[in-house]
T-cell receptor
Framework: DQQVKQNSPSLSVQEGRISILNCDYT??????FLWYKKYPAEGPTFLISISSIKDKNEDGRFTVFLNKSAKHLSLHIVPSQPGDSAVYFCAANGYNQGGKLIFGQGTELSVKP | KAGVTQTPRYLIKTRGQQVTLSCSPI?????VSWYQQTPGQGLQFLFE???????NKGNFPGRFSGRQFSNSRSEMNVSTLELGDSALYLC????????????FGPGTRLTVL
């Protein structure tokens, strides 16, 4: 039972354009969402998060949008840079679940110069 | 401040053997979570330890176990290794009280032959 889904395994974007990565979830008890970036042979690196009481959170070039009614979140990267090329994971955490993060399958982003 | 460290970085074992992986969290972090990453299943939560107690557990067989020491360092053990246990094992730590942002180590790549 995949509670967090990233339906696009890969995404290719031109440098300078917007990258939009999508994530859907099924569990309405999730109340905190995070995006991680992962390079090969490294552990995931935290990018940005959003609480379920918000619908948008912005940090520099990265913005996360949350649509609770649709159980959907997205990560926007503007402008995209070649260094952004990596695998992006969305993750969800439920109330009182402590350190238990449920991850999506990941989307491999390739930003071409 | 040093990041999360994991040892060893690479391991090769044969079926039926057991293995112990080690994780040292960021100084001051008391929560340690373990994840298994495989190409087919993505990142899956194994268990979480906080103040030497297992607080959350994922859906893995009893062959997978862990513990946490008083200095917050954690170990995970896999007994009777199977080919399907070949994976990247990631450890993550977070601040007390366990926050949602987890900091990951580089992982231990386990290959079972």
């Amino acid at each position: 039972d995949q509670q967090v889904k990233q339906n696009s395994p890969s995404l290719s974007v031109q440098e300078g354009r917007i990258s939009i990565l999508n994530c859907d979830y099924t569990n309405s008890m999730f109340d905190y969402f995070l995006w991680y970036k992962k390079y090969p042979a490294e552990g995931p690196t935290f990018l940005i998060s959003i609480s379920s009481i918000k619908d948008k959170n912005e940090d520099g070039r990265f913005t996360v949008f949350l649509n609770k009614s649709a159980k959907h979140l997205s990560l926007h990267i503007v402008p995209s840079q070649p260094g952004d090329s990596a695998v992006y994971f969305c993750a969800a955490n439920g109330y009182n679940q402590g350190g238990k993060l449920i991850f999506g399958q990941g989307t491999e982003l390739s930003v071409k110069p | 401040k040093a990041g999360v460290t994991q040892t060893p970085r690479y391991l090769i074992k044969t079926r039926g053997q057991q293995v112990t992986l080690s994780c040292s969290p960021i100084s001051g972090h008391r929560s340690v979570s373990w994840y298994q990453q495989t190409p087919g299943q993505g990142l899956q939560f194994l268990f979480e330890y906080f103040s030497e107690t297992q607080r959350n557990k994922g859906n893995f067989p009893g062959r997978f176990s862990g513990r946490q020491f008083s200095n917050s360092r954690s170990e995970m053990n896999v007994s009777t290794l199977e080919l399907g246990d070949s994976a990247l094992y990631l450890c993550a730590s977070s601040l007390p009280p366990p926050s949602d942002e987890q900091f990951f180590g580089p992982g231990t790549r386990l290959t079972v032959l």
